[in-house]
């Protein structure tokens, strides 16, 4: 009968994106848009990670209203509170619990070799402050409560979630079988949008340069016109080869939204110019994006809506993630109140 229930459990999936700003082409295509299409066969639960934004200093009210937003933003990408659990994590406060006990369980060493804490400790060189460098540790806390299979994030995060697995089995190798080990999910095209100013650098928002990166609430004037602009290379043929940096992102981007392979692509732009292939692509994210702006625009003209949501979602996170701490608390030696 165990061996039965053991098989039905469903696979969980667990993923989560800070509100530092509209989520860009690069957020929908190497993760949000996975997330809505999960909720069918797996047991799903996505959250807005504003305590990961506090590692860089956030204007106040911004910050809040952000977060309120990319919560809409979540749903109108086809996030289902109705399917998938979702929340606000610093609604729920087993995050920053388990965090500090896995802090207490991550190597220095490792935590100072990570990538993003190298890039933005230069790049915030006045605030390099401890949260920005036990962040991870709070990442596999998130992760971890809520004991999921997979966690299908973009590129970036691919050294993150190794870090989270290095915790799990030295964790587990102490304390028996606590957590289990979740896995990345990193798609095969996309997983990494570059720049379209400098397409060795990954899209972000918070690019200084507006026509490096699309956010998905762009008026289609403004995506077309960017992706006009965008550099590729001195050559003329539309096809996905090494070197071809700027290309290969536009292709990647294409195929994304519109399902079609980079052969098609290069067999459907062939004797084409450049030219073509990026007014065809900007059209083509324009109008991919168009139901999530007007979806939107509903969600945001509905506060009570959201905030009901948010509070449904931290209900449901806290009643979960609290068994996981529980049971934490009990391995480690703290007495229970
Ligand atoms: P964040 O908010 O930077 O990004 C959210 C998701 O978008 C992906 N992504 C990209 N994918 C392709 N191309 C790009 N240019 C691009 N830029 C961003 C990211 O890989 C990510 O999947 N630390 C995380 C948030 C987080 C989290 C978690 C994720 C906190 N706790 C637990 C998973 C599980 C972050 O800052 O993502």
């Given at each position: 009968m165990e061996e039965e229930l053991k098989k039905e459990r469903k696979k969980v999936i667990l993923s989560g994106i800070q509100p530092t700003g509209i989520f860009t082409l690069g957020n929908y295509i190497g993760a949000v848009r996975h997330w809505g299409l999960m909720q069918e066969e797996y047991q799903c639960a996505y959250f807005v990670a504003d305590l990961h934004s506090l590692t860089v200093r956030q204007e106040p009210a911004e910050l809040r209203r952000r977060t309120?937003?990319?919560?809409?933003?979540?749903?109108?990408?086809?996030?289902?509170?109705?399917?998938?659990?979702?929340?606000?994590?610093?609604?729920?406060?087993n995050h920053a619990e388990l965090s500090w006990i896995l802090s207490c369980y991550s190597p220095f060493?490792?935590?100072?070799?990570?990538?993003?804490?190298?890039?933005?400790?230069?790049?915030?060189?006045?605030?390099?402050?401890?949260?920005?460098?036990?962040?991870?540790?709070?990442?596999?806390?998130?992760?971890?409560?809520?004991?999921?299979?997979?966690?299908?994030?973009?590129?970036?995060?691919?050294?993150?979630?190794?870090?989270?697995?290095?915790?799990?089995?030295?964790?587990?190798?102490?304390?028996g079988n606590v957590f289990r080990m979740p896995e990345a999910y990193i798609a095969k095209t996309g997983a990494r949008i570059m720049s379209l100013q400098e397409p060795t650098k990954k899209m972000s928002k918070s690019d200084t340069n507006p026509n490096a990166f699309i956010t998905i609430l762009d008026d289609?004037?403004?995506?077309?016109?960017?992706?006009?602009?965008?550099?590729?290379?001195s050559e003329t043929e539309v096809c996905f080869r090494e070197g071809k940096d700027g290309i290969n992102n536009l292709m990647s981007i294409y195929s994304a939204v519109t399902g079609m392979s980079f052969e098609q692509i290069e067999h459907d732009f062939e004797g084409k110019g450049y030219g073509d292939f990026k007014a065809e692509v900007g059209s083509a994210v324009a109008e991919k994006l168009r139901p999530i702006r007007e979806k939107f625009?509903?969600?945001?003209?509905?506060?009570?809506?959201?905030?009901?949501?948010?509070?449904?979602?931290?209900?449901?996170?806290?009643?979960?993630?609290?068994?996981?701490?529980?049971?934490?608390?009990?391995?480690?030696?703290?007495?229970?109140?």
């Amino acid at each position: 009968m165990e061996e039965e229930l053991k098989k039905e459990r469903k696979k969980v999936i667990l993923s989560g994106i800070q509100p530092t700003g509209i989520f860009t082409l690069g957020n929908y295509i190497g993760a949000v848009r996975h997330w809505g299409l999960m909720q069918e066969e797996y047991q799903c639960a996505y959250f807005v990670a504003d305590l990961h934004s506090l590692t860089v200093r956030q204007e106040p009210a911004e910050l809040r209203r952000r977060t309120l937003e990319a919560f809409a933003l979540l749903l109108a990408c086809g996030v289902d509170p109705e399917k998938s659990l979702v929340f606000v994590q610093s609604h729920v406060c087993n995050h920053a619990e388990l965090s500090w006990i896995l802090s207490c369980y991550s190597p220095f060493g490792a935590l100072s070799r990570m990538t993003q804490f190298k890039d933005k400790a230069a790049k915030h060189a006045d605030n390099v402050n401890a949260g920005l460098f036990t962040y991870p540790a709070l990442m596999a806390a998130d992760i971890l409560l809520y004991q999921p299979d997979y966690v299908p994030v973009g590129e970036d995060q691919r050294q993150h979630l190794e870090f989270t697995r290095d915790v799990v089995e030295h964790f587990n190798g102490i304390y028996g079988n606590v957590f289990r080990m979740p896995e990345a999910y990193i798609a095969k095209t996309g997983a990494r949008i570059m720049s379209l100013q400098e397409p060795t650098k990954k899209m972000s928002k918070s690019d200084t340069n507006p026509n490096a990166f699309i956010t998905i609430l762009d008026d289609p004037k403004v995506i077309v016109s960017k992706f006009r602009r965008a550099v590729t290379d001195s050559e003329t043929e539309v096809c996905f080869r090494e070197g071809k940096d700027g290309i290969n992102n536009l292709m990647s981007i294409y195929s994304a939204v519109t399902g079609m392979s980079f052969e098609q692509i290069e067999h459907d732009f062939e004797g084409k110019g450049y030219g073509d292939f990026k007014a065809e692509v900007g059209s083509a994210v324009a109008e991919k994006l168009r139901p999530i702006r007007e979806k939107f625009a509903e969600l945001m003209a509905d506060r009570s809506y959201l905030e009901q949501q948010c509070k449904i979602g931290a209900e449901k996170a806290a009643e979960i993630s609290a068994r996981t701490l529980l049971k934490v608390k009990k391995k480690i030696g703290l007495l229970l109140p």
